[in-house]
């Protein structure tokens, strides 16, 4: 997403963009070999925009667990309302990963 993209740009860093897969959805065995010692921060859109694909809590949880504990991982999960199942990604683990963020907008409901 060019948002990602421009705020590395923003803060003086250089972005390291990961192809899709096939399907539309991330390929979490290229962003881990991606990581180098430069590595900072990595964003994740669960669900993905704009393909609605997403990943569930067990490929998240098992990516969260292979990548370094000084990088950062950001799930971005604006789009958590469109999720068929609408799991709770990641929201147990907060409290022990100081290096896990999840984020959602802060839209009201139209209800």
């Given at each position: 997403?060019?948002?990602?993209?421009?705020?590395?740009?923003?803060?003086?860093?250089?972005?390291?963009?990961?192809?899709?897969?096939?399907?539309?959805?991330?390929?979490?065995?290229?962003?881990?070999?991606?990581?180098?010692?430069?590595?900072?921060?990595?964003?994740?859109?669960?669900?993905?925009?704009?393909?609605?694909?997403?990943?569930?809590?067990?490929?998240?949880?098992?990516?969260?667990?292979?990548?370094?504990?000084?990088?950062?991982?950001?799930?971005?999960?604006?789009?958590?309302?469109?999720?068929?199942?609408?799991?709770?990604?990641?929201i147990n683990q907060l409290g022990n990963?100081?290096?896990?963020?999840?984020?959602?907008?802060?839209?009201?409901s139209m209800d």
């Amino acid at each position: 997403m060019p948002w990602y993209r421009w705020s590395v740009l923003g803060n003086t860093s250089i972005p390291i963009e990961v192809p899709l897969l096939p399907d539309m959805n991330h390929d979490l065995d290229a962003i881990l070999k991606a990581i180098n010692n430069r590595t900072k921060v990595i964003i994740i859109s669960n669900p993905h925009n704009p393909t609605g694909l997403y990943l569930n809590e067990q490929e998240i949880y098992n990516f969260f667990k292979r990548i370094p504990s000084n990088i950062l991982l950001i799930v971005d999960q604006a789009y958590y309302e469109y999720q068929s199942t609408q799991e709770s990604i990641l929201i147990n683990q907060l409290g022990n990963a100081p290096n896990l963020m999840l984020t959602r907008t802060f839209q009201r409901s139209m209800d």
